[in-house]
C-alpha cells in the first residue's frame, strides 16, 4: 500500500509539472498579443501622413464622367453652393435695376455721356459694384462658389450657372438700367459675350475650385478630418 501512495504522488508531481511547463508556454504568446493589438490601435489612431505637393497636385484631379455627371444632375442643382449663386446673381441684378432705371429713363437713348453716366452711378455705387460683378462674363465668384462646395460634377453646375447668368443679363439689358453695362450703346455685343464666355468660363471657373479643394484636402490631412469630425456632431443621435 505504501508502494502504491508513492507512485500516486510521483503520478500527480508529474501531472503537476507537466501543467506547470504547459502554463509556461503560453504566457510568452499572451504577453506578445498584447503589445501586438497595442499597436494596431496605435496605427489607427495615428494622424494620416501628409502627402507631397506633386502627389496631392496629381490626386486631387478626376476623370471626365460625363454619363454619371449627367445622372447626377438632381444633386447638382440642389447643392446649398449653386442655390446660393442663383439667389446671389438674382438679388444683384433686381438691386442694379431697381437702383438706376429711374435716373437711365430720364436720359433720352442713345444720348448719354460719360459724365451722365459717372453721375448716375455716383450717386450709388453699391449696386453698380455688385451688378457688374455678378452679371459681366464670366461670372467667376459664382461659379467658384459652386465648384469649391460641389461634390461632384462642378463643371456641369457652373455651365448651368453660366447659361442662367446669360439670361438673366439679357433680362437686364432691356432695362434702362441695362444702358449702364453697355455704356448706353448697343447689346449686341454684351450679348453676344455672354453667350461665348459665361457657360464655358463659368465651367472651367468652378472645375477649378473643385480641383484647389481637393488639392488642399489631400494636402492637409487633418483638415479633411476635421470636416469629417464635424459632420459626425451634426448628425442627430439616434
Do not use: C
Amino acid at each position: 500500500m505504501a508502494r502504491a501512495k508513492r507512485t500516486d504522488r510521483t503520478e500527480a508531481r508529474r501531472r503537476h509539472r507537466a501543467e506547470q511547463a504547459t502554463l509556461a508556454e503560453t504566457e510568452p504568446g499572451d504577453a506578445i498579443t498584447a503589445p501586438t493589438a497595442t499597436a494596431k490601435s496605435l496605427t489607427k489612431s495615428a494622424p494620416p501622413e501628409r502627402p507631397g505637393i506633386k502627389a496631392a497636385f496629381r490626386g486631387a484631379m478626376r476623370p471626365l464622367d460625363l454619363r454619371g455627371d449627367l445622372m447626377a444632375t438632381p444633386k447638382v442643382l440642389a447643392n446649398w453652393g449653386f442655390l446660393a449663386a442663383i439667389g446671389l446673381t438674382v438679388g444683384a441684378a433686381a438691386l442694379f435695376v431697381i437702383a438706376y432705371s429711374d435716373a437711365m429713363a430720364a436720359i433720352p437713348v442713345g444720348t448719354a455721356t460719360p459724365e451722365q453716366l459717372e453721375q448716375v452711378v455716383g450717386a450709388s455705387t453699391i449696386p453698380y459694384f455688385l451688378g457688374t460683378m455678378a452679371l459681366q462674363p464670366p461670372p467667376a465668384i459664382g461659379a467658384f462658389l459652386i465648384g469649391f462646395t460641389a461634390k461632384r460634377a462642378s463643371w456641369l453646375g457652373g455651365l448651368i450657372y453660366g447659361i442662367f447668368v446669360t439670361i438673366v443679363a439679357i433680362i437686364v439689358l432691356q432695362t434702362p438700367a441695362g444702358r449702364l453695362l453697355t455704356g448706353d450703346g448697343s447689346a449686341d455685343a454684351v450679348i453676344v459675350g455672354h453667350a461665348a464666355w459665361s457657360p464655358v468660363g463659368a465651367a472651367l471657373f468652378a472645375s477649378a475650385a473643385a480641383w484647389y479643394r481637393r488639392f488642399l484636402d489631400l494636402a492637409n490631412p487633418n483638415r479633411q478630418a476635421q470636416q469629417q469630425a464635424r459632420k459626425a456632431k451634426q448628425k442627430p443621435a439616434r
